[in-house]
């Protein structure tokens, strides 16, 4: 279980998964090893550190430009020589007459772009050739530069830098002189990497070393490792769903009670899905920025996001119904995470995407621990990756004031809960309170998140929705502790209640939202998300409602929840409707905050009746044996 070494298995950085065939071989020739590869396929060699990269016709391509210094394709476990070559053959589309490709030699870190570290050899639209040298702080140093009749945007250029000691030497075409001749020491035996500036497009026809040599990757500089060291044997705390919760929960399930009825019937269609999945956890978690590549972005998050959910949900099925492969399988999710990730990065997305999804592992880990389905060596991992890598990767964005702070904190107050950290229960309850203070002004409204995107609203509330969920997620939590945050008031006389009755009111009437002026058609996910909608996978932006009702009646809530009937999302906490649909406390008399007729407490369809594991069934009650 102990990581000894970090592992350069990058391919889990891809933003975007790329598959092709295996890495071409390094053969040993005299005294350096030979690299060569024609892009007949990207191989699993390359990792694409920044932008969508593909290869057809023989060549790799950009397809989607990088960030804002643009896209990198780095080769991997290899690195240059005191004395070797390295050669591209490549042209360009876009961009403007000094932009420019090339590639990067001596590059520290896989991800590094031309300004962190290594020598970069460029060649401008226009002809310039040039090297320049990272300078760190997005910043570089030109080495040299010369002008050419070379012409990237037009036909394919051979570009050769010749690497002997401190001596740079750089030609084109092939020929013996070089155009550029450059010394300096601040980077060698590093990386190679393929670099295009900003929106250019690139072509690699063929790359080609001599002089390569085997080389460990080092960590990126915003790696949070995960060392494998288990924490000890001790008291976890109460973070969601405590036994009480579960057995009332199944109870209703048993009587037909909605929304557990119908909640139930939702995650078992889940469940049958997740038992048919696999994890799929990375060595190295990394998610680009969305807005810049929202395809690159859900594909990097969606691994993280289907095998927590899947946890979550597997595991609530097992403590429902007594059914021992169902616990088995959440915890090989489980496991696999804390087994296979050597590294969480927190640059771009990536502490965000942790943060907003990860806390469904926490709470599978709830309900598996100190069960038969479980192992205590896996649950010790579970708990020493809480401490060592996720409360720091959150504690990284929780100086945030906006969604990223709510998220941020979920993920700290869940991990503190769990692992029982009274000391970070209560920094996390003043976290809370400095929060409400920021973000629900006196109108109860959010004004870091109504006026998105770019002042227009239309993603108002959305991001309305998008802040509340962690926070009244924090305040389930902190409230099994003690802390009573529903019924905390801000300097403005408003809080979370004031926040959760105004975005009510605007999902009631979307005419109603101030912040918009535009075609009502148009306002982002007010019920649910929308590109999930769009491919038949209904899950709300609103379930959080379930816990609002709960702690503020309202008719408003009441009326909403009635529409939409059984509640999950993709967000931490799928299936709110059925763990909290009308059960502000179980353990009270009764167990719910009386939501009107049509809801809560009405009988559903008579099809739980004699569902293995509910009560009055030979394994009854819900509660494996051993469960906490």
Known sequence: MMKVRWRAALAAVVAVAIVGAAQPALAQTGDGGMFRDDFDTLGSAWTAAAGDWQASDGAARVVTPGSTRGSVLALTELGLDTTSTATATFRTEGGGATAWAGFTVHRASTTDDYTQSGYTVLLRNNGELAVIKAAGGSAVTYLGSSATAARPGASWVT???????????????????????????????????LAAHRDVRMAVDAVELTGAIERDEPAPADCVAWSGEPATVGERGLVLNSPERIAEVAR????????????????????????????????????????????????????????????????????????ESYGAHAAA???????????????????????????????????????????????????????????????????????????????????????????????????TTELIEHQVDA?????????????????GIWYTHFSLLPLMLVAETLAGHG??????????????????????????????????????????????????????????????????????????????????????????????????????????????????????????????????????????????????
Not at 260 to 267: E, K, M, N, T
Request: proline residues 7%.
């Open 333 to 431: 999710f489980i496991d696999a995470w804390m087994g296979t990730v050597d590294c969480v990065r927190t640059s771009e997305d990536s502490a965000l995407a942790f943060s907003y999804h990860f806390p469904a592992f926490v709470f599978a880990a709830e309900l598996l621990r100190g069960t038969p389905a479980w192992s205590e060596e896996g649950e010790r991992a579970f708990a020493g990756f809480l401490s060592e890598t996720a409360t720091p990767v959150a504690g990284s964005i929780l100086h945030r004031t906006n969604n990223w702070g709510s998220w941020a904190l979920e993920l700290t107050a869940a991990s503190a809960a769990y692992l029982g950290d009274t000391a970070a229960i209560d920094a996390a309850y003043v976290r």
């Open 443 to 459: 109108n109860g409204h959010m004004p870091e998140e109504v006026t998105r995107n770019n002042g227009v609203g239309d993603y």
């Open 252 to 323: 209703r399930v048993e009587r037909n009670v909605e929304p557990q009825a119908s909640g139930f019937d939702r995650l078992m269609e889940d469940v049958t899905a997740g038992m048919a999945r696999t994890p799929a956890p990375p060595e190295v978690f990394f998610v680009p920025f969305f807005y810049n590549n929202p395809t690159a972005h859900r594909a990097a998050r969606d691994g993280l996001q289907n095998d927590a959910n899947t946890a979550y949900q597997l595991a609530l099925a097992y403590r429902l119904t007594g059914d």
């Open 159 to 193: 570009v050769t830098v010749r690497l002997d000691g401190d001596r740079l030497d750089v030609s084109l075409g092939g020929a013996d002189q070089p155009l550029l001749s450059v010394t300096d020491s601040t980077f060698d035996a590093g990386g190679f990497s």
């Open 483 to 628: 802390y009573d945050v529903h019924s905390y008031v801000n300097a403005h006389g408003t809080g979370l209640g004031d926040a959760v009755d105004a975005a009510a009111s605007w999902v009631a009437a979307p005419e109603s939202f101030p912040y918009y002026t535009g075609d009502l058609a148009k306002l982002a996910n007010v019920r649910t998300i929308d590109y999930l909608r769009a491919v038949g996978v209904i899950a709300h932006s609103m379930s959080y409602f379930e816990l609002g009702a709960n702690h503020y009646p309202s008719a408003t809530i009441d009326a909403l929840l009635a529409e939409e009937g059984a509640m999950t999302t993709i967000h931490s906490a799928p299936h709110l409707s059925l763990t909290h649909g009308g059960l502000a406390d179980p353990a009270a008399p009764g167990g719910d905050h009386g939501r009107a007729p049509g809801h809560a407490g009405v009988p559903g369809p008579p099809d739980h009746a004699g569902v293995p594991g509910m009560p009055g069934h030979a394994n009854g009650g819900g509660l494996p044996q051993g469960a906490a």
